[in-house]
């Protein structure tokens, strides 16, 4: 079964048109009188006799070749009913929209035979490809970039439930609709559905105050009349493209819904950089929560590094005995954070205030002796502390000394604390800014 053969003396001939695409009237070689007509095949690997035959077939009339009694194995003779109908229903439908369809069309040098090649009104060529037998990736692939490297666009469309190069090539997947109405387009078409946050610009799935990225998504189309389908090609409204939001498969689309998906793609970007400035903002600030709980396990450090060579030396400056020196346990607010001193139970000075604290406890904080545990600590003590008012610089303990890391911080044991951990204590102060230095 064949569409397209050639006469004698007319040439080529369409048998899907009135005038057989010569002039000539299908009568005039339909059961001639005077014997068959002088038609013969058009592949170069038949070329065997042909008769012309209508039928009614779905309710229309239906003209078409067939090979003659007798005839070798044609390229063509394997095609199946399903094949054939495919290839008249896009021919008809390239024609209803305004095109040109040429059956059977083979190319110049003969690289490729088009089941229906269309001639576009703006002058594009399209190759509609009806691919209803199995064919692997890879040759599907190289016939479809034959078809490119001779300036011809192509459309696959195939029946197969199973279609594993759709979204490979430009393709799409037709079937009969249920009510036995016209051919569908189920997939290989796409529509991009536009969805965004009611609070747009901000976004409500995202956390924080981030813009909308947008939240839509590509849709296969799953309901267009081929008739349609192949009306918006010949009129060059839908495109094959490969998709960016979602799985990157080629899909045939209209234009608008390529500007919808990169408007999403731009707001994407947007909420992509304020969503990386976010997490860069947070990071820092988990890193300044963590360097100032370092410093304060540091001061806790020195403070309880402190406390025996501190007693120390006030008993040596009073001539008290140990018993009458007392010292802090933990840093106070009372005493710009740090541990109050104490002989007979009366204030005598406190062991590393910070110095940033002293300001607003001058008063309080007058006349006592701030102790440091280094000459640079001393220095920010004095550069707050009122003018004339003692800081002694006292060793601390050698098994309390901060041990330094290799990055220059300062990994600090707390004394009764154990490696690493944090009080409640600790916790609370800093969560509540007690202890912001």
């Given at each position: 079964?064949?569409?397209?053969?050639?006469?004698?003396?007319?040439?080529?001939?369409?048998?899907?048109?009135?005038?057989?695409?010569?002039?000539?009237?299908?009568?005039?070689?339909?059961?001639?009188?005077?014997?068959?007509?002088?038609?013969?095949?058009?592949?170069?690997?038949?070329?065997?006799?042909?008769?012309?035959?209508?039928?009614?077939?779905?309710?229309?009339?239906?003209?078409?070749?067939?090979?003659?009694?007798?005839?070798?194995?044609?390229?063509?003779?394997?095609?199946?009913?399903?094949?054939?109908?495919?290839?008249?229903?896009?021919?008809?439908?390239?024609?209803?929209?305004?095109?040109?369809?040429?059956?059977?069309?083979?190319?110049?040098?003969?690289?490729?035979?088009?089941?229906?090649?269309?001639?576009?009104?703006?002058?594009?060529?399209?190759?509609?490809?009806?691919?209803?037998?199995?064919?692997?990736?890879?040759?599907?692939?190289?016939?479809?970039?034959?078809?490119?490297?001779?300036?011809?666009?192509?459309?696959?469309?195939?029946?197969?439930?199973?279609?594993?190069?759709?979204?490979?090539?430009?393709?799409?997947?037709?079937?009969?609709?249920?009510?036995?109405?016209?051919?569908?387009?189920?997939?290989?078409?796409?529509?991009?559905?536009?969805?965004?946050?009611?609070?747009?610009?901000?976004?409500?799935?995202?956390?924080?105050?981030?813009?909308?990225?947008?939240?839509?998504?590509?849709?296969?189309?799953?309901?267009?009349?081929?008739?349609?389908?192949?009306?918006?090609?010949?009129?060059?409204?839908?495109?094959?493209?490969?998709?960016?939001?979602?799985?990157?498969?080629?899909?045939?689309?209209?234009?608008?819904?390529?500007?919808?998906?990169?408007?999403?793609?731009?707001?994407?970007?947007?909420?992509?950089?304020?969503?990386?400035?976010?997490?860069?903002?947070?990071?820092?600030?988990?890193?300044?929560?963590?360097?100032?709980?370092?410093?304060?396990?540091?001061?806790?450090?020195?403070?309880?590094?402190?406390?025996?060579?501190?007693?120390?030396?006030?008993?040596?400056?009073?001539?008290?005995?140990?018993?009458?020196?007392?010292?802090?346990?933990?840093?106070?607010?009372?005493?710009?954070?740090?541990?109050?001193?104490?002989?007979?139970?009366?204030?005598?000075?406190?062991?590393?205030?910070v110095a940033s604290r002293l300001p607003a406890l001058r008063q309080e904080l007058e006349g006592l002796v701030f102790f440091a545990a280094t000459e640079r600590e001393a220095a920010r003590i004095s550069g707050q502390a009122p003018r004339g008012q003692q800081v002694v610089v006292l060793e601390v303990e050698a098994s309390e000394v901060p041990e330094?890391?290799?990055?220059?911080?300062?990994?600090?044991?707390?004394?009764?604390?154990?490696?690493?951990?944090?009080?409640?204590?600790?916790?609370?102060?800093?969560?509540?800014?007690?202890?912001?230095?």
């Amino acid at each position: 079964m064949v569409f397209v053969g050639n006469h004698a003396e007319w040439g080529r001939v369409d048998v899907t048109l009135s005038d057989l695409g010569c002039g000539r009237d299908r009568t005039a070689i339909h059961r001639p009188k005077d014997g068959p007509a002088p038609l013969i095949c058009r592949d170069p690997e038949c070329g065997w006799a042909l008769h012309l035959v209508h039928v009614t077939h779905g309710g229309r009339d239906l003209w078409y070749l067939r090979h003659a009694d007798g005839a070798p194995h044609c390229p063509t003779a394997g095609e199946s009913m399903a094949h054939h109908l495919l290839k008249l229903d896009l021919a008809l439908a390239v024609r209803d929209a305004g095109g040109e369809a040429e059956l059977e069309a083979l190319a110049p040098d003969g690289s490729w035979r088009a089941d229906v090649l269309a001639t576009m009104p703006d002058g594009r060529l399209m190759a509609l490809e009806a691919q209803m037998s199995t064919i692997t990736v890879e040759d599907i692939e190289r016939r479809t970039a034959r078809y490119s490297a001779a300036g011809v666009e192509v459309c696959w469309f195939t029946d197969r439930k199973t279609v594993p190069w759709l979204g490979v090539v430009p393709a799409v997947q037709v079937a009969r609709a249920e009510d036995g109405g016209p051919l569908l387009v189920v997939a290989g078409a796409a529509r991009f559905a536009r969805e965004w946050c009611v609070q747009r610009p901000l976004c409500e799935r995202a956390r924080g105050a981030l813009p909308c990225g947008g939240h839509g998504r590509w849709v296969d189309v799953d309901d267009l009349e081929l008739e349609r389908f192949v009306a918006a090609l010949v009129a060059n409204t839908v495109r094959p493209y490969r998709l960016r939001v979602g799985e990157p498969v080629l899909r045939w689309i209209a234009r608008r819904y390529f500007e919808w998906e990169a408007e999403q793609l731009a707001a994407s970007e947007v909420h992509r950089r304020a969503a990386e400035r976010a997490a860069a903002v947070e990071r820092r600030r988990e890193q300044d929560q963590a360097d100032h709980l370092a410093r304060i396990r540091e001061l806790e450090a020195r403070q309880a590094g402190l406390r025996r060579p501190v007693r120390a030396w006030v008993c040596q400056e009073t001539g008290d005995p140990v018993a009458a020196v007392r010292t802090g346990r933990d840093p106070e607010p009372a005493f710009a954070m740090g541990l109050p001193v104490t002989v007979h139970g009366e204030l005598y000075g406190v062991i590393c205030p910070v110095a940033s604290r002293l300001p607003a406890l001058r008063q309080e904080l007058e006349g006592l002796v701030f102790f440091a545990a280094t000459e640079r600590e001393a220095a920010r003590i004095s550069g707050q502390a009122p003018r004339g008012q003692q800081v002694v610089v006292l060793e601390v303990e050698a098994s309390e000394v901060p041990e330094q890391r290799a990055g220059g911080g300062v990994t600090v044991t707390p004394v009764g604390r154990g490696p690493g951990r944090i009080s409640v204590r600790d916790m609370a102060r800093f969560m509540t800014g007690v202890d912001r230095m």
